[in-house]
């Protein structure tokens, strides 16, 4: 089962990083390695993902995974970080607490000039 996790996740980070290097080709952009290497890291959270969803659906599934621990590792770490960010942006970054502006000066009267 970790061979099949690893080969999709190649697979899936290969033709998603060509597409990355195509699409800064066209666009004249520079290729930054720590893209390639992010979609990568995300290439196996997205198979990962796909392989708990399907062992706590699907009994045999389950059965094949060698080391479930490593995959729920991964899931409590997305959870935590999702979650922290989302409670920073509805914390810290929210527009309704925005820093008060200073009340806009009175208008002033027209000058005959």
Known sequence: ???AVLIITV???TLLAITYCIRCGLARAK???GVIVTILIHSFGV???FVIL???VYEPLRRKI???ELYIFISGVAVVVVSVQALFKDVFKASG???PTPP???PQPPTDS
Do not use: N, Q, Y
Request: net charge negative.
């Open 11 to 13: 697979a899936l980070g």
């Open 66 to 68: 060698a080391d479930p």
């Open 97 to 99: 607490f925005a820093s």
């Open 31 to 33: 290729i930054e390695l």
């Open 54 to 56: 399907g062992s706590a």
């Open 104 to 106: 806009a000066a009175p």
């Open 47 to 49: 198979v990962a993902g």
């Open 1 to 3: 089962m970790d061979r």
